[in-house]
């Protein structure tokens, strides 16, 4: 096995039921429990961690001469909910926060994956 195979727990055929009428199977002994640990294997995965403070439509040319310092209107207001993005999905929303002369983002709702 490589070191970068996923190892799985192993299975006890205990801890499963077997449905009669439509063949399927179900785990009916306990669910491991996770920790950090057990997603080890992913920690050096890079993704794009994204906070929307907000949007804004300007023309080209007004776009263009946005320089360092300049303030542009966004269309939240101070205290609004923030969009958490990871790859480009929302996963939560948040306040921005101010922690030692740094901005930051405290999440508030974390957002369920649609299955």
Do not use: H
């Not at 923030?82 to 790859?87: A, R, S, Y």
């Amino acid at each position: 096995m490589a070191d970068n195979d996923l190892k799985l727990p192993p299975l006890n055929p205990a801890d499963l039921s077997f449905d009669q009428s439509d063949g399927s199977v179900a785990r009916s002994g306990p669910i491991p429990v996770k920790t950090a640990e057990d997603l080890e294997q992913v920690f050096d995965v890079p993704v794009n961690v994204s906070a929307v403070l907000g949007s804004s439509k300007i023309a080209i040319g007004d776009l263009l001469q946005i320089v360092p310092g300049a303030v542009l209107e966004l269309d939240r207001r101070v205290g609004e909910a923030i969009d958490i993005f990871v790859n480009e999905r929302l996963v939560a929303r948040g306040e921005v926060v101010v922690v030692e002369d740094r901005l930051g983002v405290t999440m508030t709702e974390i957002i369920k994956a649609d299955r």
